[in-house]
């Protein structure tokens, strides 16, 4: 079965760095595009980053657009989010996604447990 497991969260000041991973097993990982998204407290889910199944293509929200990097080891079967300038708004529990074809980073059929991120002085 699928499995996507996070790591890599923690407490980080404003203006630091954070690079989140998320090991994935139980299907090709070359075959599908992968994302991040994000729940703060008291809000949403949100959409933060895709990527395409060869990491040919990559995407953006614009609340993290210059700030934050998606990367994927095809290889070693694990996405990353380097999360650079990081700001106190950047709070809340990420998750990576499953994407439903190569090029689909829009539609997700498998989640995470997520890892917490904390930006705080």
């Known amino acids: 079965q699928v499995q996507l497991v996070e790591s890599g969260g923690g407490l980080a000041q404003p203006g630091g760095s954070l690079r989140l991973s998320c090991a994935a097993s139980?299907?090709?990982?070359?075959?599908?595009?992968m994302s991040w998204a994000r729940q703060a407290p008291g809000k949403g889910l949100e959409w933060e980053s895709g990527i395409y199944s060869d990491g040919s293509d990559t995407y953006y929200a614009d609340s993290v657009k210059g700030r934050f990097t998606i990367s994927r080891d095809i290889a070693g079967n694990t996405l990353y989010l380097q999360m650079n300038s990081l700001k106190p708004e950047d709070t809340a529990l990420y998750y990576c996604a499953k994407g439903v074809t190569p090029r689909t980073w829009t539609m997700f059929d498998s989640w995470g447990q997520g890892t917490q991120v904390t930006v705080s002085s």
């Open positions: 139980g299907f090709t990982f070359s075959s599908y595009a």
